[in-house]
T-cell receptor, first 113, second 115 residues
Framework: QKEVEQDPGPLSVPEGAIVSLNCTYSNSAFQYFMWYRQYSRKGPELLMYTYSSGNKEDGRFTAQVDKSSKYISLFIRDSQPSDSATYLCAMSEWSQGAQKLVFGQGTRLTINP | GAGVSQSPSNKVTEKGKDVELRCDPISGHTALYWYRQSLGQGLEFLIYFQGNSAPDKSGLPSDRFSAERTGGSVSTLTIQRTQQEDSAVYLC?????????????FGEGSWLTVV
């Protein structure tokens, strides 16, 4: 079993829909929870970052962490065609002096105009 | 530079040849990471540097893979006797010492194709 599980999709929704992306994890030592967005043939860019359980909102994006269930989510409201990308969840723990990131497989999302 | 710089951006090589991939981290970032991303897959950790030393190289898939970092800056990932399964995007990231998860920045990657 992988440390981080993420449904690879693909996921296709109409413009304006609410998108829900999810990951589960097994390692209780994970402290930081991130969502990265990756456009085709580009490097991942940090989208959302949370430390504790609860919700964090940034514009149209909301990140949710439930440590008791080992489950994290990313919600995108009023989705736009420009949101079409691969979304990677990532979790980290301190290991030998630095953050060690463990990634999910990524969910490929398409927003249809 | 302003961001993490990687070269070459694209590399096509013949099976059995050696390749070198270069990463130039953000100035002042002491920690440097290499990840590999195969087609349609998530990122697989390869190795991590703190300064010039590599306290965690647990992700290197075989002894054909090696990496070094000099001057606490530029890092080179070397793959010897390349195989077709080595075809992937090799991503480099850097962060300041003790940086939290929100300070890790990735380069655009080196896209390696072994034919």
């Amino acid at each position: 079993q992988k440390e981080v599980e993420q449904d690879p999709g693909p996921l296709s929704v109409p413009e304006g829909a609410i998108v829900s992306l999810n990951c589960t994890y097994s390692n209780s030592a994970f402290q930081y929870f991130m969502w990265y967005r990756q456009y085709s043939r580009k490097g991942p860019e940090l989208l959302m970052y949370t430390y504790s359980s609860g919700n964090k909102e940034d514009g149209r994006f909301t990140a949710q962490v439930d440590k008791s269930s080992k489950y994290i989510s990313l919600f995108i409201r009023d989705s736009q065609p420009s949101d079409s990308a691969t979304y990677l969840c990532a979790m980290s723990e301190w290991s030998q002096g630095a953050q060690k990131l463990v990634f999910g497989q990524g969910t490929r999302l398409t927003i249809n105009p | 530079g302003a961001g993490v710089s990687q070269s070459p951006s694209n590399k096509v090589t013949e099976k059995g040849k050696d390749v070198e991939l270069r990463c130039d981290p953000i100035s002042g970032h002491t920690a440097l990471y290499w990840y590999r991303q195969s087609l349609g897959q998530g990122l697989e950790f390869l190795i991590y540097f703190q300064g010039n030393s590599a306290p965690d190289k647990s992700g290197l898939p075989s002894d054909r893979f090696s990496a070094e970092r000099t001057g606490g800056s530029v890092s080179t990932l070397t793959i010897q006797r390349t195989q077709q399964e080595d075809s992937a995007v090799y991503l480099c990231a850097s962060t300041p010492i003790g940086g939290a998860g929100n300070t890790i920045y990735f380069g655009e990657g080196s896209w390696l194709t072994v034919v």
